[in-house]
């Protein structure tokens, strides 16, 4: 299976097919307003007016499966991230990301490209200990560990990098370059 062979819902509702974005470099994100990555925001904005003439998308996918850190309707979600981070890239209905609701496209990014640690450092060593609560809840269907993890996509819908909300943006961005 390819990211392309799955819809997903637009924040009015209607399903998008994610083939519409075939043949461009693509950066699949779940994400939350009250999450201490939030500011993650502002750089991924920047990237995304930066580089998407260059065939560059963001997809949003905002996710309360995280201690709460995104609790307001589709539409105050959106709100949100437009006025106070001037986001201008797609952001879709909220999903989730484990469990046996888990949206269909992150289960399928999360068998591409499992979870290999949050790296070194004390972000990193508390995600390890803050994610394990989340593990015990979702056990074998916990995908995503938190809020803002990343995947690539190339242009062919191949899913090249998973970025842990630990990972520096400047590294993602620069894994973006690459492949555009």
């Keep these: ?63 309360n499966q995280f201690a709460n850190q995104a609790p307001g309707t589709d539409d ?23 469990g046996p609701d888990a949206s269909p496209v992150f289960a399928e990014l999360a068998r591409e490209k499992p979870f290999q640690g949050f790296g070194k450092g004390i972000k990193a060593a508390a995600m390890n200990k803050v994610a394990k609560s989340v593990d015990k809840e979702y056990g074998d269907a916990a995908y995503i560990k938190w809020n803002f993890t990343k995947f690539l996509v190339d242009r062919d819908g191949t899913v090249v990098e998973r970025f842990e909300p630990t990972a520096k943006m400047e590294d993602v961005e620069a894994a973006v370059k690459a492949l555009l």
């Design 76 to 98: 105050e979600i959106h709100e949100f991230c437009t006025v106070k981070f001037g986001t201008e890239f797609p952001q879709f209905s909220k999903v989730d990301v484990n």
């Design 1 to 63: 299976m390819s990211i392309y062979d799955y819809s997903v819902t637009a924040l009015d509702g209607s399903s998008v097919s994610l083939k519409d974005y075939e043949g461009k470099v693509v950066l699949v994100v779940n994400t939350a307003t009250g999450c201490g990555f939030t500011p993650q925001y502002e750089e991924l904005e920047k990237m995304y007016a930066d580089l998407r003439d260059q065939g560059f998308e963001i997809l949003d996918f905002p996710c």
